[in-house]
Structures are given as structure tokens and as C-alpha cells.
């Protein structure tokens, strides 16, 4: 009896099962992307330090970073950022707590930034960077493939990414995808 | 009058449409400018994601569209220049999708479905013509209309 319904009832379990899966589609974030270098080793680069961050400190050195600097067997992040980003003030805190209470390792990026600017940026809302390099022209962000920042990267120790989030990172995103990342990372 | 305002509509029809390339970005050769305009056209502007690369605006669409004029003056085929596009943003930033065992849905869903649906109605139709002629009816007399199993 319900074989015989069956043409009829089989369009419309397979319309369902479209609307199902369209429902689903208008849920996500288009912007969130997966990256184009997953599992793939950090594209090379060597950017000059951010000048005069040592006297911020007092402590670090200014070091370029570079490839190499990713690849240290320890996993990291890798965060784009910029002085004129609101969305980069907004993540600032986050960082600084990743850095500070969970001993995560950050490398910056300062993109396309006045150098003044970004020291008074990272002097008003803390320095927990390992290394900052400075971007200028922007061409690191997209070897890296970054549509806008803020963006951060997760990077395992032989300096493979392994994770992209587009946009500042909220609590939950740290706590919820970052951390558990690196921890099963080390 | 009516010159001056025919004037106006010629100059109008041949103004290009409008773009977001300004003038200093363009490449004195016309030809590889022209290449790049149709690279513009293919490739989406990662940021605002609805326009391509030409239609936008934003810092990041200036950026690939002068990398874009680079690598098409250091001698890149386009399929070099969007290769090295996609091996940064993946396949998201060709407008097209290529066609490949992922997107084969996409590419031929359809066809498939319009198939499956023009089996559906031969079948019901062949079956319909066998029922008429059970009943006895010439199977020729049907005219057509498609009401042939409710008035049986």
C-alpha cells in the first residue's frame, strides 16, 4: 500500500529534504570560510619588526618575523591586525588573555598601519605579541589569504595552518575552538 | 537643440559603465588591460562578496586587482593569474565554479533532475495508454487532455 503511494509521496520527501538543507544554508555565515592553505605550510614571508616596541616592554627584542618564526614546534597563533581596525580593539582583550592565562604564543601582523600608531595602539591595550611584524603593503594578509582583518591564524609546530577565523574572536571562539586546537596540537 | 541633445546621448552610449578601477591603476598596454578587465569580470572581490573584483571598491579588491595587472605583466597566462588567486582564496574567488567531481551537482543536478522528471511523465504516459487499451477503448481516440484515468 505505501509502495504504491510512494511516487507520490517520494517528491515530496525529496522537496523536505531541499528545504531541509537550504534552511540549514541560510543559517551560516558566507564570510566564514575554511582557508585555501589548511594543512599547508605558512606561505614564506620575512617583515621587519614593529620599531621601538622593546621601549614599550622593556623586554622583548625586535625580531623580523618570518616563516621560520612559525615553525618552532610549539603551536601558535598568528593574528592580523591593525590601530585604524574597531574590530581589532574589540579582540585586543581576548588575545592578551590567551597570551597571559593560557600561555598561547601570538605572533602579530601589523597590516597596511603607521608604526606611531600601532605602538600607541599596543601601549593603550597591552602588548602580549610574541613577535610583530609590519605588513605594509598588505602582501603577507593575502599570501596568507586574508579577506580583512582582524584575522587569526592557527598554526601547528612545523608551521602549518591548521585553522582560520575571519573577524575578532569572541570568548567563546577562544575557548570553545582555539584553545582546545592548540592543546590538541602539542 | 535636438543636436546638441543627440550629441549628449552618443557621448552617454559610449561612456563605459561605471567601475571602480581608477585610472591610475590601468596598464598602458591595452591589450594585457584588456585581459585584466576579464580577469576582473571572473573573479569575486573576497571582501563584499556579491560583486567582482572590477565592481568593488574595497582595499582588498585594489590590491588583487594590481596583483593581478603584476603577474599578467610578468608574462602569466590567465589561467596562471587565477590559479594564483585561488592557491591563496580557493576556488570561492573564481565567479565561475570549475567544474570538478565536488561541483558536480551543481554542474549537472539539473539536467539530471529535468531527466528523471521527463522519465517520470513517459512512464505515467505508456502506462495510462496501457490501461485505455485494457478498457477496451482505442488508445488513438485520446485526445490529449489527460483525463483519460478518471473517466474509466
Redesign the interface.
Known amino acids: 500500500m505505501l509502495l504504491k503511494r510512494l511516487?507520490y509521496i517520494l517528491p515530496l520527501l525529496i522537496f523536505a529534504g531541499i528545504g531541509v538543507y537550504l534552511w540549514i544554508g541560510l543559517g551560516h555565515d558566507?564570510?566564514i570560510?575554511?582557508?585555501?592553505?589548511l594543512n599547508k605550510p605558512a606561505?614564506e614571508f620575512n617583515l621587519p619588526p614593529l620599531q621601538d616596541r622593546a621601549r614599550l616592554d622593556g623586554k622583548s627584542e625586535e625580531l623580523p618575523l618570518t616563516t621560520a618564526s612559525l615553525a618552532t614546534g610549539k603551536p601558535m597563533l598568528v593574528n592580523f591586525f591593525a590601530s585604524w581596525c574597531g574590530p581589532c580593539q574589540v579582540e585586543h582583550p581576548i588575545l592578551n588573555d590567551l597570551a597571559k592565562a593560557h600561555d598561547v604564543t601570538i605572533q602579530g601582523v601589523n597590516y597596511?598601519d603607521d608604526p606611531r600608531r600601532a605602538l600607541i595602539f599596543l601601549g593603550q591595550l597591552g602588548d602580549t605579541y610574541d613577535r610583530v611584524g609590519r605588513d605594509q603593503d598588505?602582501?603577507v594578509a593575502?599570501?596568507?589569504?586574508?579577506?580583512?582583518i582582524p584575522e587569526t591564524f592557527v598554526v601547528d609546530g612545523k608551521g602549518r595552518i591548521q585553522y582560520r577565523h575571519p573577524g575578532p574572536l569572541s570568548p567563546e571562539i577562544a575557548q570553545n575552538t582555539i584553545l582546545p586546537l592548540l592543546e590538541s596540537l602539542k | 537643440m535636438r543636436l546638441i541633445m543627440l550629441a549628449t546621448l552618443a557621448l552617454l552610449s559610449i561612456a563605459p559603465a561605471a567601475q571602480a578601477i581608477a585610472p591610475s591603476e590601468m596598464l598602458s598596454d591595452p591589450v594585457l588591460e584588456g585581459r585584466a578587465r576579464e580577469l576582473g569580470k571572473e573573479l569575486r572581490c573576497p571582501k563584499c562578496q556579491n560583486q567582482s573584483l572590477d565592481d568593488s571598491e574595497a582595499g582588498i579588491a585594489v590590491d588583487l586587482r594590481r596583483i593581478v595587472r603584476e603577474r599578467l605583466v610578468a608574462g602569466d597566462s590567465d589561467a596562471q593569474v587565477k590559479d594564483y588567486l585561488t592557491a591563496r582564496y580557493g576556488d570561492f574567488v573564481l565567479l565561475e565554479p570549475p567544474v570538478k567531481s565536488t561541483t558536480w551537482i551543481l554542474w549537472y543536478g539539473p539536467f539530471a533532475v529535468i531527466l528523471l522528471g521527463a522519465i517520470v511523465i513517459w512512464r505515467i504516459a505508456k502506462r495510462n495508454k496501457a490501461r485505455l487499451a485494457a478498457s477496451g477503448a482505442d488508445p488513438d481516440d485520446d485526445d490529449g487532455d489527460g483525463w483519460e484515468i478518471t473517466r474509466r
Open positions: 511516487p558566507p564570510r570560510l575554511p582557508s585555501a592553505l606561505p597596511k598588505g602582501r593575502i599570501d596568507f589569504g586574508v579577506y580583512g
